[in-house]
């Protein structure tokens, strides 16, 4: 390869780059190209590693435009619906939040360079585990992960300003709505069908109520759960 063959490579962010050029790339073609425009959003989605969350194997396709399998059938969520949720969800630095489907972290993570502290909650063990292991590495300090199912939310540490939910349910759970926070935002997707859904965001204000936005099309992996779609093993 010529050093003009990797330049190109390295600007362009093609597999096989510099991972903190393929990153910079990233966030200039998908996330501030798309029109994500809060600089703490961009800043944080430029220094987390997507690289050490994605499954063994797929390091070189860490910052392409998609989603990425991880163990257990489940995926590792496109930087671009990552940053347009940590947007939605309007994250003040002093803000408790909560996730639920916190899969390989990476979430996680950028969630926590923008809030004080994040609980993630994430219902199968093997990926709540490897969500810890992840996030340690990637020096979190200020995320605790549980597992669980998180259509009930997390009440022993409600309530939260901000919840983001990163599986599609058929509705927002009742159960996360009380637990938010007056002032509180929520984004979640949600679709009456398995993998089509609208990116929710519902915003609680002062005295109880709730005003709803639609943040746009899509396609995420089911929530399954007690307020939620049903899953296979009861
Ligand atoms: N935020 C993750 C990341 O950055 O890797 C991506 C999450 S993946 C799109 C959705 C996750 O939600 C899966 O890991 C799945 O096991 C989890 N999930 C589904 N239903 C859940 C529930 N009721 N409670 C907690 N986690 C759930």
Known sequence: MTSDDHARRVGQGEPGGDPDHRRAAMVTNQIAGRGIMDPRVLDAMGRVPRERFVAPG?????YEDRPLPIAEGQTISQPYVVALMAEGGRIRREDKLLEVGTGSGYAAAVYARLAREVHGIERLPALAETARRNLTAAGAGNV????????L???EHAPFDVILVAAGGPRI??????????????VMPVGTGYGRQTLIR???DETGGFVQDDLGAVSFVPLVGRQAWPGTDG
């Open 58 to 62: 797929y390091q070189a396709f860490a």
């Open 144 to 151: 605790e992960v549980h597992e669980g199912d998180g259509s």
């Open 153 to 155: 939310g997390l009440p």
């Open 173 to 186: 759970p009742a159960a996360l709505k009380e637990q938010l926070a007056p002032g509180g935002r929520l």
């Open 202 to 204: 519902l915003r609680r």
